[in-house]
């Protein structure tokens, strides 16, 4: 049966998790009350979610097996980096299982649609006439003008529907119309569509950037050291840092600050007073210097360490059905 929903967030964890067929970790970058919502449309093949966050933030994600999933900006918005390049008007991002970094400059407003490789592979046949190819849309794909603006009508349709009228959705013969439009509409942009490639160097970075973020996770609570991490990733200093600046839009170093902050302020959300303290979290995380640590999480937070750990705990919880007002950045 096909069904859509909308939630709303005031903290990025529960709004990562939320994300269907991809796991995504997202780290705001600067001072602000965070606010995410999203839009998901389920219908018997077709996925559909759109999102839009308010701050400025960058995240690594990958795509779990089972979906093949296409990306877009469904609105005019400042600049946004996939992967360390700049994403334009109009094209479509085939989004693969391999470590992926978007960086956002506020206001965020991202499309996604998939469908299962074989269902893939099937519409293909029926639509174009053709096996489809699913190594063609490793990369980005340029659409027609024509094809991806009736694309994006349908995806917002199909947004409005969700807010407005969910019940649409659960009329099947109705839903399906809308699914098998939406279909032949993907296929078209996907089959007729201008693939671009990615040149060598930009793939280097990017296996440097994904052997980086490897690292990482096998050393979540280590305090780390840029000669040691760069012996791990195999690459000199200025290598690595230039991969991080292009996929990141920081250093290598900063990154890993501002990775272990959100963890530390996660754990802090989490945590009774009562059985921790802000030290024993810090350190866990590696920061070992706490008054420094102070001041950086004050300076990204806006609060104290110690202020996030003595909220109740009603303060911090989410309420995924509670309309939030997104305010334009920018």
């Known amino acids: 049966m096909a069904w ?22 997202i780290f705001p970058t600067v001072k602000g009350e965070f606010r995410g919502q999203v839009t998901q449309i389920v219908m018997n093949e077709l996925w559909m979610q759109r999102f839009h966050e308010n701050l400025p933030r960058v995240h690594k994600g990958t795509v779990r097996p089972g979906r093949k999933i296409f990306s877009f900006l469904s609105q005019v ?12 008007q109009g094209e479509l ?11 956002t400059m506020g206001d965020f407003h991202l499309g996604c649609i998939s469908l299962a490789p074989e269902e893939l592979v099937r519409a293909s046949k029926a ?10 849309t490793k990369r980005s794909i340029r659409p027609s003008p024509d094809l991806m603006r009736r694309l994006l ?62 690292f990482l996770e096998a050393n979540p609570n280590s305090p780390l050291y840029l000669t040691e991490v760069c012996a791990a990733v ?27 902050m959100h963890l530390v302020r996660r754990a802090l ?25 102070a001041v950086a999480y004050r300076t990204l937070f806006g609060e104290m360490p110690s202020e996030t750990l003595k909220r109740p705990p ?10 939030l007002l997104l305010q334009r950045s920018g």
Not at 4 to 25: G, H, I, N, W
Not at 239 to 252: D, K
Request: aromatic share 10%; proline share 5%; hydrophobic share 35%.
């Open 93 to 103: 991002i085939a989004e693969d299982y391999e470590v992926q970094h978007v960086r």
């Open 4 to 25: 859509s929903k909308v939630l709303s967030f005031s903290d990025p964890f529960p709004y990562q998790t939320s994300v269907r067929a991809a796991d995504m970790k």
């Open 314 to 323: 009603d303060d911090q919880r989410d309420f995924p059905n509670r309309p």
């Open 153 to 214: 009508e349908l995806h917002e349709t199909a947004e409005r529907l969700a807010k407005t009228t969910p019940e649409f959705f659960e009329l099947p013969e109705v839903a399906r119309a809308f699914e098998q439009q939406s279909i032949h509409v993907l296929i078209r942009c996907l089959t007729e569509g201008i693939v671009s490639t990615t040149n060598s160097g930009a793939l280097r970075k990017e296996s440097i950037v994904a052997r980086f973020e490897e």
């Open 234 to 260: 195999g690459v000199a200093e200025r290598t690595l840092r230039f991969a991080c600046e292009e996929h990141v839009g920081m250093g290598p170093i900063r990154y890993l600050n501002l990775r272990r």
């Open 127 to 136: 639509i174009a006439g053709c096996e489809f190819d699913i190594e063609r």
């Open 269 to 293: 959300v989490r945590a009774l007073p009562s059985t921790v303290t802000v030290t024993r979290i810090a350190t866990d995380y590696g920061f070992w210097e706490l008054g420094r640590f």
């Open 77 to 88: 918005q400042p600049e946004v980096y996939h992967c360390g390049r700049l994403l334009a």
